[in-house]
């Protein structure tokens, strides 16, 4: 793998920017800014405030020119298998090129990729159109439940149809909540799960079935619509509005395909289909921008610098806009499920930390709770700061002074401050060079927030082909679901025999008399 080829090459450079290079210093020079700052579509990402410096950085070009990664980049692009332990390919990006390329008419009805989409935005169109359903109830996990719920709320402004409640949580309360105040005779369940087999999916589905029952609805198919690559299965199990999504579109890239039809439903065909504009024009930028100026490849080559050479274990992600509050949720599947991972392609161990934890909170929330550990803390972590120039409330100071927070933070990070006279030394001191990056939108729209989405896809295929990882299976997800299935069936048996200590002692106490 090219990044341990060159481990010891970059691992000087990465103590060295640590040791000796001062961002306050640095970027007393206005030019570290224009090189710095990267055009994307719909937005201006920031990177002048990393611990890097231009060795550092053509050290690191230099390594994506070598890893393969712009014939992998162009594999993935063209459909063909990246995911080689399913062998797959990974078609999310495919499928919104070819359906904006095919400006959404028949053409991309009859593409097989495109066929699953194209029918649930007509579906949605339809349901929209007959006024009969007043709320959704979608049923999924992961990306199934991660991505609906993010778009959901980030596109709050422009949801006009039927109100949706998103349920992933085997936890009987998430749905017990979710169905309260509903009437069967004006509600549809959206259920999806690619395999069909979920366990958490498929429970909250029978329980959703047995509600639906118990309330006197009749005629259940016609208030579910099921989406999974198993049509059969779910037809089997009596659906008939059964919407197909491509096996090689996983969970965590899902909410482009017919998984997004509980997000149709609320904003409509036409918002829908700007979310897929804007994440083919980050997909066309990531495509074709030199690796100079290309976002999501510096994006993924600084996890790589960070996570790797530094050996930082973490990442915060502060969006300061409430429509992207549930931004760091999502992007922790997004990463740690696709690169939280200590094995290589050919199946021999990464001799480097991968991807680390990625969490945070929405600003200015954020600035009550661990921002005194971002500033002061004995350790610390890179972190982006997402903005927007233009709000979609009326309320300009408001905005002005959330705006003035987020810049403040990051400006603190980098400069940090000595105490002052009549101040407490060490207690009002701030050690500074901390480092951020700063995404900037123009606005949170469906198109931004389609590119937005995109850049985040791409930038964890970037890190996952230096890692030499395969950022699109997740085989760590498998062994609980094994062992929670056994598990089960010995509840049902209260047979504890041949279980750790620790396990027979929790499941014999659950089972006590009260």
């Known amino acids: 793998m090219a990044t341990e080829a060159n481990c010891p090459l970059?691992?000087?450079?990465?103590?060295?920017?640590?040791?000796?290079?001062?961002?306050?210093?640095?970027?007393?020079?206005?030019?570290?800014?224009?090189?710095?700052?990267?055009?994307?579509?719909?937005?201006?990402?920031?990177?002048?405030?990393?611990?890097?410096?231009?060795?550092?950085?053509?050290?690191?070009?230099?390594?994506?020119?070598?890893?393969?990664?712009?014939?992998?980049?162009?594999?993935?692009?063209?459909?063909?298998?990246?995911?080689?332990?399913?062998?797959?390919?990974?078609?999310?990006?495919?499928?919104?090129?070819?359906?904006?390329?095919?400006?959404?008419?028949?053409?991309?009805?009859?593409?097989?990729?495109?066929?699953?989409?194209?029918?649930?935005?007509?579906?949605?169109?339809?349901?929209?159109?007959?006024?009969?359903?007043?709320?959704?109830?979608?049923?999924?996990?992961?990306?199934?439940?991660?991505?609906?719920?993010?778009?959901?709320?980030?596109?709050?402004?422009?949801?006009?149809?039927?109100?949706?409640?998103?349920?992933?949580?085997?936890?009987?309360?998430?749905l017990h909540q979710a169905l309260q105040g509903l009437q069967p005779a004006t509600t549809l369940f959206v259920v999806a799960s690619k395999s069909w087999s979920t366990a958490e999916t498929q429970r909250n589905l029978h329980s959703a079935q047995q509600w639906f029952a118990q309330q006197g609805g009749c005629n259940w198919p016609a208030h579910f619509v099921a989406i999974t690559a198993r049509t059969q299965a779910a037809y089997a199990a009596g659906f008939t509005q059964v919407l197909h999504m491509p096996e090689g579109i996983g969970g965590r890239f899902s909410v482009w395909s017919a998984v997004g039809l509980p997000v149709a439903l609320a904003v409509g065909r036409e918002v829908f289909e700007a979310l897929l504009q804007g994440g083919a024009a980050m997909d066309a930028h990531f495509e074709q921008a030199p690796l100079q100026r290309n976002v999501p490849v510096w994006l993924g080559m600084l996890d790589v610098w960070y996570s790797s050479l530094m050996q930082v274990p973490a990442r915060c992600v502060a969006p300061y806009h409430h429509g992207l509050r549930r931004l760091p949720a999502y992007l922790q599947q997004l990463e740690m499920e696709s690169n939280g991972k200590c094995v290589r392609e050919d199946g021999s161990p990464v001799h480097m930390p991968t991807t680390g934890m990625v969490w945070g909170e929405p600003g200015s929330n954020g600035q009550h709770a661990f921002f005194q550990w971002l500033h002061q803390g004995s350790q610390w972590v890179p972190v982006e700061f997402l903005a927007v120039r233009q709000p979609a409330h009326p309320f300009e100071e408001h905005h002005e002074c959330l705006l003035a927070n987020a810049l403040a933070q990051a400006q603190a990070l980098m400069q940090g401050a000595q105490a002052q006279p009549g101040q407490l030394p060490g207690h009002?001191?701030?050690?500074?060079?901390?480092?951020?990056?700063?995404?900037?939108?123009?606005?949170?729209?469906?198109?931004?927030?389609?590119?937005?989405?995109?850049?985040?896809?791409?930038?964890?295929?970037?890190?996952g082909v230096l890692w030499g990882i395969n950022s699109f299976d997740q085989w760590g997800v498998e062994l609980g679901k094994t062992l929670a299935t056994d598990l089960r069936q010995r509840m049902k048996d209260q047979n504890w025999a041949g279980l750790d200590a620790s396990t027979a002692g929790l499941l014999s106490h659950c089972y006590q008399s009260a």
């Open 428 to 463: 009002q001191d701030f050690p500074g060079n901390r480092p951020s990056t700063f995404i900037l939108l123009d606005a949170l729209t469906p198109q931004s927030l389609g590119a937005l989405l995109a850049m985040y896809e791409h930038r964890v295929f970037v890190a």
């Open 10 to 174: 970059l691992q000087t450079q990465a103590q060295a920017c640590q040791s000796s290079l001062q961002l306050r210093d640095v970027l007393q020079d206005p030019a570290r800014f224009e090189r710095m700052a990267l055009d994307a579509p719909h937005m201006l990402v920031d990177f002048s405030k990393n611990l890097v410096d231009d060795t550092a950085l053509s050290g690191l070009l230099g390594l994506v020119e070598r890893s393969g990664f712009a014939a992998r980049r162009q594999e993935m692009l063209a459909g063909e298998v990246v995911n080689h332990t399913e062998q797959r390919p990974a078609l999310h990006a495919v499928l919104r090129q070819r359906y904006v390329d095919k400006a959404g008419g028949d053409a991309a009805g009859q593409d097989a990729v495109c066929a699953g989409l194209h029918q649930m935005l007509a579906l949605a169109q339809q349901l929209r159109a007959s006024g009969q359903i007043q709320h959704v109830v979608h049923i999924g996990i992961g990306g199934s439940g991660l991505g609906p719920k993010l778009l959901l709320q980030a596109l709050q402004p422009w949801c006009d149809g039927p109100q949706v409640r998103v349920v992933s949580n085997m936890d009987g309360h998430d």
